[in-house]
């Protein structure tokens, strides 16, 4: 009876957790982007296509942004060649909430689950940027392998670091009843 009453406060946590971060983000999101007349994504996903695109500049390459006339999204720019879209999945946003619902559900002490959300999340957000700069550099440097680095490889890397995460949560700083 005791395990089914972890696995509840668990649930309720997590769930309770990621439904009022993602309220609280979705109302952000209507907030700030606009659809009618100009496109206008919001502010994050903005600021996201800027730090990627500066990245892209200190790795050498000629990069530029835009926002995209027709669609919610960032246009990314490579070498005077339309590379990629920045659009509102992009910008870590919904993962880092996934990540914080988690730390949430296992939480320690305030200070350090405190701690670990602010941390993890700047992790998952920085790694994220590069994530974008490379896959803008391997589609301009290898375009036909283009679906497996965006629908897998890409993905792969940016929730195995959220689980690498999550698993260094539970081992070393989680209060977990064993």
């Not at 907030?31 to 903005?46: D, H, L, N, V």
């Not at 926002?67 to 960032?74: D, G, M, P, Y």
């Not at 690498?164 to 209060?175: D, E, H, Q, T």
Request: with cysteine; hydrophobic share 50%.
């Amino acid at each position: 009876m005791r395990n089914n009453k972890t696995v509840v406060i668990f649930l309720i946590k997590f769930f309770g957790t990621y439904a009022l971060l993602f309220l609280l983000y979705s109302f952000y999101l209507n907030k700030t982007q606009r659809t009618t007349g100009m496109f206008e994504c919001a502010p994050i996903t903005t600021t996201v296509a800027e730090q990627s695109n500066y990245l892209l500049n200190l790795l050498g390459y000629d990069s530029e942004i835009e926002q995209h006339e027709e669609e919610l999204s960032v246009k990314l720019i490579l070498n005077s060649y339309f590379i990629a879209r920045v659009v509102e999945g992009c910008n870590s946003i919904s993962i880092i909430i996934l990540f914080i619902a988690f730390i949430i559900a296992f939480a320690s002490s305030f200070k350090t689950t405190f701690l670990y959300i602010l941390f993890g999340s700047l992790i998952i957000y920085f790694f994220n940027i590069l994530r974008i700069a490379v896959i803008a550099i391997a589609l301009y440097e290898y375009p036909q392998y283009q679906n497996v680095l965006h629908e897998i490889v890409f993905p792969v890397l940016i929730y195995g670091i959220t689980f690498l995460l999550w698993f260094i949560w539970i081992k070393r700083f989680a209060k977990i009843n064993k």
